[in-house]
């Protein structure tokens, strides 16, 4: 089945996150607790980006989708579970950011390394099965066939528009990924 193109770019956006956390991955195994604050900050930020797509652009188009049909009545729950998950990945990584920035000033490098570490690995663990649900059940519902092509449209370019607002911190700044527009 082709693809809506919101489905490909909220996907794309999966992987790119993906390798963002392995990225953090790869630094805390290498110890580098500067290097594992800078990344996951990164993380956090592209996440929350991600995030506040799905909560402000896609569930309400999604959850319009499913209140017209009869065989989708299972949606809105599915949706305050994925909500649900959302809230834990930010707290959880709001934590381990905090956690991050204790080593700057007091030090305890190894042992904040290890709990930043176990939070990540729950964070990991149920991203995977989240995004498996949004990729399967939830950003199959933006095809054309269920949107408007005027409505699909209109949602792929504010979706777009969301996962391009970098926050503060990251606008401009020297090594900044700039993203490439997005195909349309
Ligand atoms: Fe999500
Ligand atoms: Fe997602």
Request: proline share 3%.
């Amino acid at each position: 089945m082709k693809l809506s193109k919101i489905h490909e770019l909220l996907e794309t956006d999966h992987l790119e996150l993906d390798a963002l956390i392995g990225e953090t991955e790869a630094a805390i195994e290498a110890a580098d607790a500067t290097k594992t604050f800078e990344t996951l900050d990164y993380f956090w930020a592209r996440l929350g980006m991600h995030i506040r797509a799905e909560h402000l652009r896609l569930f309400p188009a999604v959850r319009e989708v499913a209140a017209a049909s009869s065989d989708l009545e299972n949606i809105p729950e599915i949706l305050t579970v994925l909500r649900e998950d959302h809230d834990y990945f930010m707290t959880e990584l709001a934590r381990a950011i905090k956690a991050l920035r204790l080593v700057f000033s007091f030090g305890n490098e190894g042992e904040t390394l290890v709990v930043v570490r176990e939070i990540l690995d729950g964070v990991v663990s149920r991203l995977k099965v989240h995004n498996e649900i949004e990729e399967h059940q939830i950003y199959t519902l933006t095809t054309d066939a269920a949107l408007d092509p005027m409505a699909a449209d209109e949602l792929f370019l504010s979706i777009r528009g969301e996962l391009e607002r970098y926050p503060a911190r990251f606008r401009g700044l020297a090594g900044t990924p700039d993203r490439q527009p997005r195909g349309q």
